[in-house]
């Protein structure tokens, strides 16, 4: 039961291009949408998040854009650089619950130089 | 410098055996969670606690076990009763989300455990 679900599973963009990753959620209990970055070999680290609130949140060149009626939200990393090359998590958590985290399969995301 | 430490980094294990993750954090933060990472699978809630000597079952807790005798500490058991462990095991802990709207998790580096 994949209550989060992200597309694409790979994605590789050019240095300075824009990196998209979509994600949709079932539940509509989901009251936080973080994003997590993760390295080879590391835990993944807080990129970005956003309460279902709000359709936009700017950080950097990290870009959140909720659309609630379509249960779905995404990941723009702009002017796209071959640091940014990691693999990307959305997650979902209901506060009521606890705050557990249901996360996306992933995207692995290559910027080319 | 808080933060949470997981050790070791790899870990053998041989068919039938027990072993024990280890998860420290200096963060005073309150809940303490234990994910699986499989390749293409994201992360999968194994178990969590929110307070000490208190924990509860995530989506994949069959063949594990975990305990929360200490607010900084939270090990994890990987018992003979896991068929597939091998995996990357993360450790995470958080506030509880009160009235702060503070809820991201932090992360430890990983333990990655294989069977031989």
């Known amino acids: 039961q994949q209550q989060v679900k992200q597309s694409p599973q790979s994605l590789i963009v050019q240095k300075g291009g824009i990196s998209i990753i979509n994600c949709a959620y079932e539940n509509t209990a989901f009251d936080y949408f973080p994003w997590y970055q993760q390295f080879p070999g590391k835990g993944p680290a807080l990129l970005i998040a956003i309460r279902p609130d709000v359709s936009e949140k700017k950080e950097g060149r990290f870009t959140i854009s909720f659309n609630k009626s379509a249960k779905q939200f995404s990941l723009h990393i702009m002017d796209s650089q071959p640091g940014d090359s990691a693999t990307y998590f959305c997650a979902a958590s209901i506060k009521a619950a606890g705050n557990k985290l249901t996360f996306g399969g992933g995207t692995r995301v290559l910027v080319k130089p | 410098d808080g933060g949470i430490t997981q050790s070791p980094k790899y870990l053998f294990r041989k068919e039938g055996q027990n072993v024990t993750l280890s998860c420290e954090q200096n963060?005073?933060?309150?809940?303490m969670y234990w994910y699986r990472q499989d390749p293409g699978q994201g992360l999968r809630l194994i178990y969590y606690?929110?307070?000490?000597?208190?924990?509860q079952k995530g989506d994949i807790a069959e063949g594990y076990s975990v305990s929360r005798e200490k607010k900084e500490s939270f090990p994890l058991t990987v018992t003979s009763a896991q068929k597939n462990p091998t995996a990357f095991y993360l450790c995470a802990s958080s506030i509880l989300p009160g009235s702060s709207p503070v809820r991201g998790y932090t992360f430890g580096s990983g333990t990655r455990l294989t069977v031989v």
């Open positions: 606690s929110q307070i000490v000597n208190d924990f």
């Open positions: 963060l005073n933060h309150d809940a």
